[in-house]
């Protein structure tokens, strides 16, 4: 690395897909020193309780652009590549600029991380360039199985929708960061061997850790003990059940975990065969996940009247029991009849 780029602020963009090991991943680069953003997603109970450590606002940003582009997080089909080229994608890149000041004010060495950035690195480098603050890149792998199952229990939909959204986001992350300095690892290593993931992370990016990470050992320690990994799966259920697509691009994720990078030529192939799939289907997904949205939207709105109308029924009965009288009034028994034939 030339003294110009080490002497330059540099930026680690955590690319992942959901479920990967991301948030793990970069609470153990703060830990070592990495600033994270000033306002923090909160934690989810029953989803990730030990936090997200991603940016809460500009990961709504991410959620405005990809309604931009007429996508959503969870959208199978790639971005179209003319959107980042658009008076709508340079107000964004305005308000990231601006985000960016927020949140990192001038740390030497901020850390990003979001899997929305997978499909929207695009947005961002000439955000950092314009700032001269250089990338550098690490892509933690997951057995795509185990993404699979985890995305299912928490979303519904079946494993092939996660498979596919899996391998679009590797496929992404991996085609648009080719240029810069990079590295992967993956999840199973970074919880069972984290001091060799964040010694190869700084050798290869050349990142000299604020803090040493022995002395981030006890709260890296105890941050990654306990049940994090769950869903577990052995590489070789990846068989023939699981598309060949699915079964190459992990492949070449796990040789490229191991310093190995293949050449991207493999991936460039299944990217472009891919694409060709989404032009021919795209249009009918696009049908159907709008009209699962709409029913979503519709039984939200069903439960949200029921938990109303029966809470106001629990309210009536409470008032009603409180009576001299054993039995409600005419008027409370009306309302109560009414209340529930309706709900």
């Given at each position: ?69 007429g ?28 985000l ?30 314009t ?10 792998v ?67 850790w604020p ?29 023939d ?16 975990c ?44 069903w ?25 409600p ?15």
């Amino acid at each position: 690395m030339s003294e110009t780029l080490s002497a330059r602020r540099q930026a680690i963009l955590v690319l992942g897909m959901h479920r990967s090991g991301t948030s793990a991943l970069t609470r153990v680069l703060g830990l070592c020193g990495a600033a994270l953003p000033e306002r923090l997603m909160d934690a989810a109970p029953e989803v990730n309780e030990r936090g997200f450590w991603e940016p809460r606002e500009i990961v709504a940003l991410h959620e405005e652009a990809l309604e931009a582009a007429g996508s959503v997080w969870h959208d199978i089909r790639p971005l179209p590549g003319p959107w980042f080229e658009s008076a709508a994608a340079a107000a964004f890149r305005q308000r990231l600029a601006a985000l960016l000041d927020e949140e990192f004010g001038t740390a030497a060495l901020p850390v990003v991380k979001d899997p929305r950035l997978c499909r929207l690195l695009n947005l961002w480098l000439p955000v950092l360039g314009t700032l001269d603050i250089a990338p550098c890149v690490v892509i933690p792998v997951r057995n795509p199985l185990e993404v699979a199952a985890s995305l299912r229990q928490r979303e519904g939909f079946g494993a092939a929708k996660w498979l596919m959204l899996w391998l679009g986001h590797f496929l992404a992350a991996e085609r648009e960061s080719r240029e810069l300095p990079r590295c992967f690892v993956t999840y199973e290593q970074i919880l069972t061997d984290w001091r060799s993931v964040v010694e190869r992370i700084g050798a290869v990016l050349g990142i000299a850790w604020p803090r040493a990470p022995g002395a981030a050992a006890p709260e890296i320690e105890a941050f990654l003990s306990g049940a994090l990994r769950h869903h577990a799966r052995s590489d070789d259920a990846l068989d023939d059940t699981v598309p060949v697509w699915i079964r190459d691009v992990y492949d070449w994720a796990l040789a490229a975990c191991r310093g190995a990078e293949p050449d991207g030529a493999a991936l460039d192939r299944i990217g472009a065969e891919m694409a060709g799939t989404m032009a021919a289907f795209g249009p009918v997904i696009g049908e159907l996940d709008g009209e699962i949205e709409r029913k979503s939207a519709e039984l939200r709105r069903w439960i949200d009247v029921a938990v109303e109308r029966y809470a106001l029924i629990e309210q009536l009965q409470t008032v009603a029991a409180t009576r001299e009288t054993a039995r409600p009034t005419g008027t409370l028994q009306a309302m109560l009849h009414r209340l529930r034939g309706k709900s």
